[in-house]
C-alpha cells in the first residue's frame, strides 16, 4: 500500500515491486486489475487530488511495467507521457507575479513586440495565445514580477522534443522523430508523470518458463551500492531471483576497445573523423540532430551488444539481458533487435524490484569475480572509452598521444562538438560522446 510519504520515486518503486511479485507467483493475470484498488485503498488520497486519480495513475505505471504504453496509443517510443499524473504544470510559460506595482513606465509592455501584454487593475497580464514566449519582458520588468515557468520537462530536454499538447489538456506530449531516449525528463519531472517501459514482466516469464537467462552488468554498476558490494554481490544475488548466471560488460567493453582502436587507427591513416559508438543516446542524436554526420559514428557495437553476441554464440537458446542505470539502452535493444543484441533491459531501479519481490539483498563478498580488465570496468566513466581505445593502441604499438580525441561529457558538450564537426571546425580527430555528464556512471 502506498502511504502519505508517497514521493514519486517510492510510487514508481512501489508498483514495479507489486508487479515484479506478483509475476513471480504467476498471479499477475488474475490480481492486476485489483493492484490499484490494494495500493491505494482510500478514502483519503496519499499524494494526488484524489484517490481515483491516484489509481489511474497506478493502473498506468502498471502497463508501463509490462512494457505497453500507459494509454490506449502506442508510438514505439521507450520514454511515454503518464497523462493521468500530468497537467499538473501551467501552460503559460511566462507569469506575472504579485510582485507586479502595475508601473507608469510599462516596461513589459515596451518590450513585448508581439502585443501580448496588457494592463489589468491591479497587475500587468500576458496573452498566452499571443506570447512567444521570447522572455523579453521578463528581462525588462524592474521589479522582476514575471517569473519564468518554464515545465520541468521541457526544460531537462536536450533536443527539444517536448511540447504542450494543442488540444488545451495541458498534457505533454514527446516528439519520438526528435526524442534520443536518454532519460533526462523522466528524472525531472516533480510530478512523475514521465516513465519508460520495463520488461520485468517478460524476463520473469522466461525465468519461470525454464528458460537460460543471463544477466550483463554495465560496470557502471560498480560502486553504486557501496564499496563492499563487488560484482561477485551482484553474481550471487542474481542468481538467487532466477538468473542462470551473470557476466560484466566490462568483458564486452574490451572486445569493442580492441575494435575500435583498430577503426580509429585506420580513420586516422585516411583522415577521416569517427565518433564513439557505445551510447545510444549519443547515437540517437547524432542520427535524429545531425544525419549528415551518421557517416562519422564508429561501426563497432557496443560493449552490451558484442556481450551478448558472444553469449548467443555459446547457445542461441541464450536470453540475454542488460542491467544498468541507461534508459537509452532500451531503444538500442529495439533498433537492433535479432541481430544478437540484448533481449531486455533492465534498469538498476527494476532489477532492485525483483530483488525486493524475491526477498533478495546484495550481501558485501571478497572481489573475486574478475571477468573484465580494469579499462573496460572503467568503459562507463568520462572519458573511460578513449582510456580503453588508447590502451589498445599502445598494445597494438600504435602512439595514442598522436591522437586528438575530445571528450564530450553531457548533451551540451556533445552538441558543441558535434556543431564544430559539421561546419569543418572540429580540431580532434575523434569524439568520445556520452549525454549523461559523467559518464555511464553519472546516468
Same mark, same amino acid.
Given at each position: 500500500?502506498?502511504?502519505?510519504d508517497?514521493t514519486?520515486?517510492?510510487?514508481?518503486h512501489?508498483?514495479?515491486y507489486e508487479?515484479?511479485?506478483?509475476?513471480?507467483?504467476?498471479r499477475?493475470d488474475d490480481?492486476?486489475d485489483n493492484?490499484?484498488?490494494k495500493?491505494?485503498p482510500?478514502p483519503?488520497?496519499?499524494f494526488?487530488?484524489?484517490?481515483?486519480?491516484?489509481?489511474?495513475?497506478?493502473?498506468?505505471?502498471?502497463?508501463?511495467?509490462e512494457?505497453?504504453?500507459?494509454?490506449?496509443e502506442?508510438?514505439?517510443?521507450?520514454?511515454?507521457?503518464?497523462?493521468?499524473a500530468c497537467e499538473?504544470c501551467?501552460?503559460?510559460?511566462?507569469?506575472?507575479t504579485?510582485n507586479c506595482q502595475?508601473c507608469?513606465?510599462r516596461?513589459?509592455?515596451?518590450?513585448?513586440?508581439?502585443?501580448?501584454i496588457s494592463?489589468?487593475?491591479?497587475?500587468s497580464?500576458?496573452?498566452?495565445?499571443?506570447?512567444?514566449?521570447?522572455?523579453?519582458c521578463?528581462?525588462?520588468c524592474?521589479?522582476?514580477?514575471i517569473?519564468d515557468?518554464?515545465?520541468?520537462?521541457?526544460?531537462?530536454c536536450?533536443?527539444?522534443?517536448?511540447s504542450?499538447?494543442?488540444?488545451g489538456?495541458g498534457i505533454a506530449v514527446i516528439?519520438?522523430?526528435?526524442?534520443?531516449?536518454?532519460?533526462?525528463?523522466?528524472h525531472?519531472?516533480?510530478?512523475g508523470a514521465?516513465?519508460?517501459?520495463s520488461?520485468?514482466?517478460?524476463?520473469i516469464?522466461d525465468m519461470?518458463?525454464?528458460?537460460?537467462v543471463?544477466?550483463?552488468f554495465?560496470?557502471?554498476?560498480y560502486?553504486?551500492?557501496?564499496a563492499d558490494i563487488t560484482?561477485a554481490?551482484?553474481r550471487?544475488?542474481?542468481?538467487?531471483i532466477?538468473f542462470y548466471?551473470a557476466v560484466d560488460?566490462?568483458?564486452?567493453?574490451?572486445?569493442t576497445?580492441? @575494435?575500435?582502436a583498430k577503426e580509429?587507427?585506420e +580513420?586516422? /591513416?585516411?583522415?577521416?573523423k569517427?565518433?564513439?559508438?557505445c %551510447?545510444?543516446a549519443?547515437?540517437?542524436l547524432?542520427?535524429?540532430?545531425?544525419?549528415e554526420?551518421?557517416?562519422?559514428?564508429s561501426?563497432?557495437i557496443s560493449?552490451?551488444?558484442?556481450l551478448?553476441?558472444?553469449l548467443?554464440s555459446?547457445?542461441?537458446?541464450t536470453?540475454?539481458?542488460?542491467?544498468g542505470?541507461?534508459?537509452a539502452?532500451?531503444?538500442?535493444k529495439q533498433?537492433?533487435k535479432?541481430q544478437?543484441?540484448a533481449d531486455f533491459?533492465?534498469t538498476l531501479?527494476?532489477?532492485?524490484?525483483?530483488?525486493r519481490a524475491?526477498?533478495?539483498?546484495l550481501?558485501p563478498?571478497?572481489n573475486?569475480?574478475?571477468?573484465?580488465s580494469i579499462?573496460?570496468?572503467?568503459f562507463g566513466?568520462?572519458?573511460?572509452v578513449?582510456a @580503453?581505445v588508447?590502451?589498445?593502441?599502445?598494445? +597494438?604499438? /600504435?602512439d595514442p598521444?598522436?591522437?586528438?580525441?575530445?571528450k %564530450?561529457s553531457?548533451a551540451a558538450?556533445?552538441?558543441k562538438?558535434l556543431t564544430?564537426?559539421?561546419v569543418?571546425?572540429?580540431?580532434a580527430?575523434?569524439?568520445?560522446?556520452?549525454v549523461?555528464?559523467?559518464?555511464?556512471v553519472?546516468g
Amino acid at each position: 500500500m502506498i502511504t502519505n510519504d508517497a514521493t514519486l520515486l517510492k510510487v514508481k518503486h512501489e508498483v514495479l515491486y507489486e508487479v515484479a511479485k506478483l509475476a513471480y507467483e504467476g498471479r499477475l493475470d488474475d490480481e492486476r486489475d485489483n493492484l490499484p484498488y490494494k495500493m491505494v485503498p482510500g478514502p483519503q488520497p496519499f499524494f494526488r487530488c484524489c484517490i481515483y486519480r491516484e489509481r489511474e495513475v497506478i493502473r498506468q505505471r502498471i502497463r508501463l511495467a509490462e512494457g505497453k504504453a500507459p494509454g490506449t496509443e502506442d508510438d514505439g517510443n521507450v520514454v511515454q507521457i503518464i497523462n493521468s499524473a500530468c497537467e499538473g504544470c501551467p501552460i503559460s510559460r511566462y507569469v506575472v507575479t504579485d510582485n507586479c506595482q502595475k508601473c507608469m513606465g510599462r516596461a513589459c509592455q515596451q518590450a513585448c513586440r508581439f502585443g501580448a501584454i496588457s494592463m489589468g487593475r491591479d497587475k500587468s497580464y500576458i496573452d498566452p495565445s499571443k506570447c512567444k514566449e521570447c522572455g523579453q519582458c521578463a528581462k525588462a520588468c524592474p521589479y522582476n514580477a514575471i517569473a519564468d515557468l518554464m515545465r520541468p520537462c521541457i526544460k531537462s530536454c536536450p533536443v527539444g522534443a517536448i511540447s504542450v499538447a494543442e488540444n488545451g489538456t495541458g498534457i505533454a506530449v514527446i516528439d519520438k522523430d526528435k526524442c534520443i531516449d536518454c532519460g533526462s525528463c523522466i528524472h525531472k519531472c516533480p510530478f512523475g508523470a514521465i516513465g519508460s517501459k520495463s520488461y520485468i514482466v517478460d524476463i520473469i516469464n522466461d525465468m519461470r518458463a525454464g528458460k537460460k537467462v543471463f544477466a550483463m552488468f554495465a560496470p557502471a554498476t560498480y560502486g553504486q551500492f557501496g564499496a563492499d558490494i563487488t560484482m561477485a554481490s551482484w553474481r550471487t544475488a542474481m542468481k538467487k531471483i532466477g538468473f542462470y548466471d551473470a557476466v560484466d560488460v566490462g568483458l564486452g567493453a574490451d572486445m569493442t576497445a580492441m @575494435a575500435e582502436a583498430k577503426e580509429w587507427m585506420e +580513420a586516422k /591513416a585516411e583522415g577521416r573523423k569517427k565518433t564513439t559508438s557505445c %551510447c545510444p543516446a549519443f547515437v540517437n542524436l547524432i542520427k535524429k540532430q545531425y544525419p549528415e554526420l551518421a557517416e562519422h559514428i564508429s561501426t563497432t557495437i557496443s560493449p552490451m551488444f558484442a556481450l551478448s553476441r558472444l553469449l548467443k554464440s555459446e547457445d542461441p537458446d541464450t536470453i540475454t539481458v542488460f542491467i544498468g542505470p541507461c534508459i537509452a539502452k532500451k531503444n538500442e535493444k529495439q533498433e537492433y533487435k535479432g541481430q544478437g543484441n540484448a533481449d531486455f533491459v533492465l534498469t538498476l531501479g527494476e532489477f532492485r524490484a525483483m530483488m525486493r519481490a524475491k526477498e533478495v539483498v546484495l550481501e558485501p563478498e571478497e572481489n573475486s569475480d574478475q571477468q573484465a580488465s580494469i579499462y573496460g570496468k572503467r568503459f562507463g566513466n568520462g572519458g573511460g572509452v578513449s582510456a @580503453a581505445v588508447a590502451q589498445c593502441m599502445r598494445e +597494438a604499438g /600504435a602512439d595514442p598521444d598522436k591522437f586528438n580525441i575530445e571528450k %564530450c561529457s553531457g548533451a551540451a558538450e556533445c552538441k558543441k562538438a558535434l556543431t564544430l564537426l559539421k561546419v569543418g571546425k572540429l580540431p580532434a580527430d575523434f569524439i568520445e560522446g556520452m549525454v549523461c555528464e559523467g559518464g555511464c556512471v553519472g546516468g
